[in-house]
């Protein structure tokens, strides 16, 4: 594994115990960090939040969350011990979102067909 991807499941797993237990804002008790991605010059972060709420709640914690950013980038370099500690960058993740739509999705196209089995051409190996 590269060096920025052990950074990277490093600190995923350290802000995800300092988002979860140390910061007491309320706004951010139903965020997950579901990935980190770090620049290959480890001087930035992506990291990638789960936010469960309302839009306006959702918006809301992505706010507290970047306020909060340089605490937690503070206790993060504390805890690792990293020469630099990366700037982070908290970014909603919409893959659940997504997947669930297409599960919506999927779900109706099945009852339109009235739950028949689709059938596939057989691959042929000639």
Request: net charge negative; no cysteine.
């Amino acid at each position: 594994m590269r060096r920025p991807e052990r950074v990277a499941e490093m600190l995923r797993e350290e802000i995800s115990e300092i988002v979860g237990y140390e910061l007491e804002d309320p706004r951010v008790q139903a965020v997950t960090v579901t990935d980190v991605r770090v620049s290959e010059n480890l001087r930035d972060a992506s990291v990638y939040v789960l936010v469960e709420g309302s839009e306006e709640e959702i918006l809301d914690a992505l706010a507290a969350l970047r306020h909060a950013a340089p605490y937690v980038r503070k206790q993060v370099g504390f805890s690792l011990n990293l020469r630099r500690t990366p700037e982070l960058h908290f970014i909603r993740d919409t893959v659940e979102e997504h997947g669930a739509r297409v599960d919506k999705l999927l779900e109706k196209i099945g009852q339109e067909l009235g739950n028949q089995a689709v059938e596939f051409p057989e691959e042929r190996n000639e």
